[in-house]
T-cell receptor
Framework: QQQVKQSPQSLIVQKGGISIINCAYENTAFDYFPWYQQFPGKGPALLIAIRPDVSEKKEGRFTISFNKSAKQFSLHIMDSQPGDSATYFCAASSPGTYKYIFGTGTRLKVLA | GAVVSQHPSWVICKSGTSVKIECRSLDFQATTMFWYRQFPKQSLMLMATSNEGSKATYEQGVEKDKFLINHASLTLSTLTVTSAHPEDSSFYIC???????????????FGPGTRLTVT
């Protein structure tokens, strides 16, 4: 119940295309859902985050869509660029614990 | 703002020795820091929650006597891998939560990671 399932494991997108990564969870107590970007040999960097009371959040080319009833959320990267090639992790946390449960990661490659 | 540093960025040690990794919040105070471990091409696995002035809370399956955590100040947490063995070789990453954030603000800021290789 503490797992966060992430798909796909890897993704190849043409430059200018839309990259879509999906996550699903079981624990309805989760109330914070961030997305992180990680380059090889580096620590994760926060991209965007959402709470269940919002169905969509957009920051620049990054959008989170959240479906509370389905217990699913997704990251959309619009106009994908080669510089977006990285591993993306979704995560979830419960109120007050501040502990993150990470998804398994998606390796994104954007072709020039 | 919200910068977290780690030192060293990489370390090689011999089997049986101990290694200390530092995690610092540079421009904010952090009563709570977290230590993660990441194997190649895998996700981040939470090892322990480090609380300033109190004992760390370890996740199930993490040996507290092997991975010693000390959170002596609001800006520094250390992870010591004792009697390291080759299977301890991994990428260790810390994160910190800004104590100045109101309750319900859950952002964590991650350090750049420390690559540990035990020979």
């Amino acid at each position: 119940q503490q797992q966060v399932k992430q798909s796909p494991q890897s993704l190849i997108v043409q430059k200018g295309g839309i990259s879509i990564i999906n996550c699903a969870y079981e624990n309805t107590a989760f109330d914070y859902f961030p997305w992180y970007q990680q380059f090889p040999g580096k620590g994760p960097a926060l991209l965007i985050a959402i709470r269940p009371d919002v169905s969509e959040k957009k920051e620049g080319r990054f959008t989170i869509s959240f479906n509370k009833s389905a217990k699913q959320f997704s990251l959309h990267i619009m106009d994908s660029q080669p510089g977006d090639s990285a591993t993306y992790f979704c995560a979830a946390s419960s109120p007050g614990t501040y502990k993150y449960i990470f998804g398994t990661g998606t390796r994104l490659k954007v072709l020039a | 703002g919200a910068v977290v540093s780690q030192h060293p960025s990489w370390v090689i040690c011999k089997s049986g020795t101990s290694v200390k990794i530092e995690c610092r919040s540079l421009d904010f105070q952090a009563t709570t820091m977290f230590w993660y471990r990441q194997f190649p091409k895998q996700s981040l696995m939470l090892m322990a929650t480090s609380n300033e002035g109190s004992k760390a809370t370890y996740e199930q399956g993490v040996e507290k006597d092997k991975f010693l955590i000390n959170h002596a100040s609001l800006t520094l947490s250390t992870l010591t891998v004792t009697s390291a063995h080759p299977e301890d070789s991994s990428f260790y990453i810390c994160s910190a939560r800004d104590s100045g954030l109101a309750g319900g603000q859950d952002e964590q800021y991650f350090g750049p990671g420390t690559r540990l290789t035990v020979t």
